[in-house]
């Protein structure tokens, strides 16, 4: 990518903007140990689960663990979890807003690109004020087939009316890097998670630790 080619900015949501996967794995912990024995481990979380969505991981809990449990059940125990922990205590990533405030300084396009549900978006960046920052959101309910499926990167290069070679892309998982690389999209990975950074080396154009690593990227680029 040349340094004018940039044309917009497709952010994930979780674990790249919002530091939500402690809040998902607080909330998921209780429910596997009560209802089915298991015991999982943040970094158990962030190995296996994180930046998948319920279905697939659903499915990861039948085949790995032979844990008899349905979409439905695991549904209505996260999400009256997630209701009495308040989504609205899940805070920003470092340099979340700043990153966003530089890149339309600039006047680079930016949209967001989450397996999530427009209710935790709404929720979660409304309450921090960050919604106007972006032009259109792609969410798990617009799509068939979530990441690591290319179909929400395809979606939002649709929406945007631009190029692959125009748009870059920020995760901080396998799954999604997977989903915009599939997409023909480059791909700046951020994570200081140790097992995620190191199945992130082979697949992601760029790794940094945070967002201010970004920020010092896109400054290079754009001058």
Request: net charge negative; charged share 25%.
């Amino acid at each position: 990518m040349t340094t004018h080619s940039l044309k917009a900015v497709l952010f994930d949501l979780d674990g790249t903007l919002i530091d939500s996967e402690y809040f998902y794995f607080s909330n998921w912990a209780p429910i596997l140990k009560d209802s089915f024995g298991l015991i999982i481990s943040f970094e158990d979380w962030i190995r296996e689960f994180a930046g998948h969505t319920l279905v697939r991981n659903v499915e990861y809990l039948r085949e790995k663990y032979q844990i008899d449990t349905t979409e439905e059940y695991m549904w209505k125990r996260t999400r009256e979890a997630y209701s009495k922990s308040s989504m609205l205590s899940v805070n920003l990533m470092p340099y979340a807003k700043d990153v966003l405030g530089y890149l339309r300084e600039k006047g680079i396009r930016i949209a967001l690109v989450t397996s999530s549900y427009q209710t935790t978006v709404d929720a979660v960046l409304g309450n921090h004020g960050l919604m106007d920052y972006f032009e259109f959101f792609v969410t798990r309910e617009q799509v068939q087939k979530a990441k690591p499926d290319a179909e929400p990167y395809l979606l939002a290069l649709s929406k945007l009316g631009l190029s692959a070679k125009e748009v870059i892309a920020i995760e901080d998982t396998i799954t999604g890097t997977t989903a915009a690389k599939l997409a023909g999209l480059q791909c700046i990975a951020v994570s200081k998670h140790a097992t995620e950074r190191e199945r992130l080396e082979s697949k992601a154009d760029f790794l940094y630790q945070d967002l201010n690593e970004v920020i010092e990227y896109f400054k290079a680029q754009l001058h």
